[in-house]
């Protein structure tokens, strides 16, 4: 009986061990337009902030209205020459199923009238039915399209914006690497 006392206290002892190695990390900071706050149990108190910094980094760099260097915004630009990479090309082909499922009613090309209201990446103007009416012939998810995986193509010269989406598939991508490298409780806001 001792001996069975023995093993059982040893593998009690184990598992505590190995939880504490576990230690709760949280990384902070601002990224899209809001605050940000990571956390997660890491075995040997591995830090992964500047990772998840640079996954912020990578995605205002691709789906980001309020940045001018960032892809969408340089098609919102004007600039169609640009090869897109894989987290817009994602997030555009999310809208677009969401915006067909809906029939329309959740379009990536609001760009113009969501600035108008003053919630975009331009300031509030003056709105009255006129000014919507004009600005709805800008909105249409259904005249833009991808050309392979790969390259845009908007010959409207519509803006797109894809803040609906573009936090939430955040979320995911930072999930995925925390999940990559172990972790199998976290928290991402």
Same mark, same amino acid.
């Given at each position: 009986?001792?001996? %069975?006392?023995?093993?059982?206290?040893?593998?009690?002892?184990?598992?505590?061990?190995?939880?504490?190695? /576990?230690?709760?990390?949280?990384?902070?900071?601002?990224?899209?337009?809001?605050?940000?706050?990571? %956390?997660?149990?890491?075995?040997?108190?591995?830090?992964?902030?500047?990772?998840?910094?640079?996954?912020?980094? /990578?995605?205002?760099?691709?789906?980001?209205?309020? !940045?001018?260097?960032?892809?969408?915004?340089?098609?919102?630009?004007?600039?169609?020459?640009?090869? %897109?990479? !894989?987290?817009?090309?994602?997030?555009?082909?999310?809208?677009?199923?969401?915006?067909?499922?809906?029939?329309?009613?959740?379009?990536?090309?609001?760009?113009?009238?969501?600035?108008?209201?003053?919630?975009?990446?331009? /300031?509030?103007?003056?709105?009255?039915?006129?000014?919507? %009416?004009?600005?709805?012939?800008?909105?249409?998810?259904?005249?833009?399209?991808?050309?392979?995986?790969?390259?845009?193509?908007?010959?409207?010269?519509?803006?797109?914006?894809?803040?609906?989406?573009?936090?939430?598939?955040?979320?995911?991508?930072?999930?995925?690497?925390?999940?990559?490298?172990?972790?199998?409780?976290?928290?991402? /806001?």
């Amino acid at each position: 009986m001792n001996r %069975l006392w023995i093993v059982f206290i040893g593998i009690l002892a184990s598992c505590a061990s190995q939880q504490q190695n /576990e230690v709760l990390v949280q990384n902070v900071g601002f990224a899209q337009g809001s605050t940000y706050n990571v %956390l997660y149990m890491s075995p040997n108190a591995t830090d992964y902030q500047l990772e998840v910094d640079s996954i912020f980094a /990578e995605m205002d760099s691709s789906l980001s209205t309020y !940045e001018d260097y960032s892809l969408i915004s340089k098609l919102n630009q004007g600039d169609t020459t640009i090869f %897109l990479d !894989e987290h817009f090309v994602k997030v555009f082909n999310a809208f677009k199923s969401v915006a067909d499922s809906t029939q329309g009613k959740f379009d990536c090309t609001l760009a113009p009238i969501v600035n108008a209201w003053g919630f975009g990446f331009t /300031e509030k103007t003056k709105i009255d039915s006129l000014t919507i %009416l004009s600005l709805l012939k800008k909105v249409g998810y259904k005249k833009i399209s991808m050309k392979g995986d790969s390259l845009l193509h908007n010959p409207s010269l519509l803006q797109l914006d894809f803040n609906a989406l573009a936090q939430g598939y955040t979320v995911d991508v930072i999930a995925a690497f925390l999940t990559d490298r172990g972790m199998r409780n976290y928290l991402v /806001e």
